[in-house]
C-alpha cells in the first residue's frame, strides 16, 4: 500500500505543476518519468496479468492522460504514439470497469489529427472504426479531424487553413500545424509544376501565408528563384518537351483509321 501512497504522491506533485499558467515541462517530464517506473512495479498497467482495483487503474489512466498531453507540450511524437497505445486499453478494454474520463475524446480524437497529419488514413480508418457511431456524428473532438480528411480527400485546401483557427482544443494546433505544412507542400509542388513564374503576392495567397516576409522565407526553404520583379521563377522545374506531338499526323492517321473501319463497316 505504500508503494501506492507513493504513485499517488508523486501524481499529485505532476497534476499540480501541469495545472500551472505555464508548466515546467523538464520537472513535468522527470515525475513522469519516476511514475512510469513506480506503475510498473506496482504491476497495474495494461501488461500486467495481476489485478487491479478501479482506483489503481484510475490513478493509471490519470498518468498517462497527463503524459499524453505533456508529450503535445513537449513536441515528443513518439512519446505521444505511446501513451495513446496504452490509453486506450483503459478506454475500451476497460470501459465495463471504469467510469468514463472527461479526456478521453479529446485524447482520441487528437490521436485521429496526430494519424492524419502523418498521412496514416488507413490507421485513421481503423481507429475511427472503434467510436460509436452516435460520437463520430457529434463529438466536436471526433468531427474536426473527421471534416479535416474529407477535405483532404476533395482537395479543398482552404477548408482546411480555415480548420486551423477552429480548433476543438489548443493541444490541436501542434498536429494541424504539421498538417498544414504538409499541404502547404502539396500546394508549393504543384506551383512549380503549373507555373513558369508567379507573382509574390499570388504565391502567399495560394499557400496561406500572411505576408510577403512569409512567402520569401518559403521560397527560399524551397529554393525558388526570386527575380527583381518580384516574381517565383520555375523555369528550371518546368521543363518543355523538345520534342511536340506530331499532331498533324497523328490526326491525319486517325483520319485513315476512320475510313477503314468505315469500309469494314
Not at 492524419?116 to 472504426?129: D, I
Not at 477548408?159 to 480548433?167: Q, Y
Not at 525558388?224 to 517565383?232: E, T, Y
Amino acid at each position: 500500500m505504500s508503494a501506492v501512497n507513493g504513485v499517488v504522491a508523486l501524481y499529485q506533485q505532476l497534476k499540480t505543476e501541469w495545472a500551472k499558467k505555464t508548466p515546467n515541462l523538464d520537472k513535468c517530464g522527470n515525475l513522469l518519468s519516476q511514475l512510469k517506473v513506480g506503475l510498473t512495479q506496482l504491476m497495474f498497467l495494461p501488461t500486467s496479468n495481476s489485478i487491479a482495483s478501479e482506483q489503481e487503474l484510475l490513478l493509471a489512466r490519470d498518468i498517462l492522460e497527463l503524459g499524453a498531453q505533456y508529450s503535445i507540450a513537449a513536441k515528443d511524437i513518439p512519446s505521444f504514439e505511446r501513451y495513446m497505445a496504452q490509453l486506450k486499453c483503459y478506454y475500451f478494454d476497460y470501459k465495463g470497469r471504469l467510469p468514463e474520463s472527461a479526456y478521453m475524446y479529446q485524447l482520441l480524437g487528437l490521436n485521429l489529427l496526430f494519424l492524419l497529419s502523418q498521412n496514416r488514413v488507413a490507421e485513421f480508418h481503423t481507429e475511427l472504426e472503434l467510436l460509436p457511431a452516435n460520437i463520430i456524428q457529434t463529438n466536436a473532438y471526433v468531427r474536426h479531424p473527421l471534416a479535416l480528411e474529407q477535405y483532404l480527400m476533395e482537395g479543398s485546401y482552404n477548408k482546411i487553413f480555415l480548420a486551423k483557427g477552429n480548433v476543438p482544443a489548443d493541444s490541436y494546433n501542434f498536429f494541424m500545424d504539421i498538417l498544414l505544412d504538409t499541404v502547404r507542400g502539396e500546394i508549393a509542388a504543384c506551383l512549380e509544376r503549373a507555373y513558369q513564374k508567379i507573382s509574390l503576392t499570388e504565391a502567399a495567397r495560394r499557400l496561406n501565408l500572411p505576408s510577403q516576409k512569409a512567402i520569401t522565407e518559403y521560397g527560399k526553404q524551397k529554393n525558388w528563384k526570386l527575380g527583381n520583379d518580384k516574381f517565383f521563377h520555375f523555369g528550371s522545374a518546368v521543363t518543355k518537351n523538345e520534342d511536340p506531338l506530331p499532331s498533324v499526323e497523328l490526326v491525319a492517321q486517325t483520319i485513315e483509321y476512320a475510313r477503314e473501319l468505315e469500309m469494314i463497316v
